[in-house]
């Protein structure tokens, strides 16, 4: 009997109104002190909910068979919720739906 190999996924494109999202560092979440310790925006946040996009889906059919163009593009820094974990060539990722990201910042 052969082996089945563990395919590695090396690009994932997006369909839909779906959105992929690398999470921000913790450095890139929270403010470095002078001495460099990392102090959180929050305590309780989990740094999984802001993210930069980095794949965005065509977009949501509407009834009348007409697409409805994204909201958000790649190199856009977001915060959402919920999501399915994705992992790509040993990084993790997001993949969400459009409207799971409730803002884009700076």
């Given at each position: 009997?052969?082996?089945?190999?563990?395919?590695?996924?090396?690009?994932?494109?997006?369909?839909?109104?779906?959105?992929?999202?690398?999470?921000?560092?913790?450095?890139?979440?929270?403010?470095?002190?002078?001495?460099?310790?990392?102090?959180?925006?929050?305590?309780?946040?989990?740094?999984?909910?802001r993210?930069t996009?980095?794949?965005?889906?065509?977009?949501?059919?509407?009834?009348?068979?007409?697409?409805?163009?994204?909201?958000?593009?790649?190199?856009?820094?977001?915060?959402?919720?919920?999501?399915?974990?994705v992992?790509?060539?040993?990084?993790?990722?997001?993949?969400?739906?459009?409207?799971?990201?409730?803002?884009?910042?700076?």
């Open positions: 009997m052969k082996k089945k190999s563990k395919k590695e996924i090396n690009e994932i494109t997006p369909l839909g109104d779906r959105v992929l999202i690398k999470p921000l560092s913790e450095a890139e979440m929270g403010t470095v002190s002078p001495s460099g310790i990392i102090i959180p925006d929050t305590v309780d946040r989990e740094k999984s909910d993210g996009v980095v794949g965005v889906g065509s977009g949501k059919m509407n009834d009348d068979g007409e697409r409805i163009p994204m909201s958000v593009k790649e190199g856009m820094r977001v915060i959402f919720q919920w999501g399915d974990k992992e790509l060539q040993g990084e993790e990722y997001y993949l969400v739906n459009e409207n799971n990201i409730l803002a884009i910042f700076n």
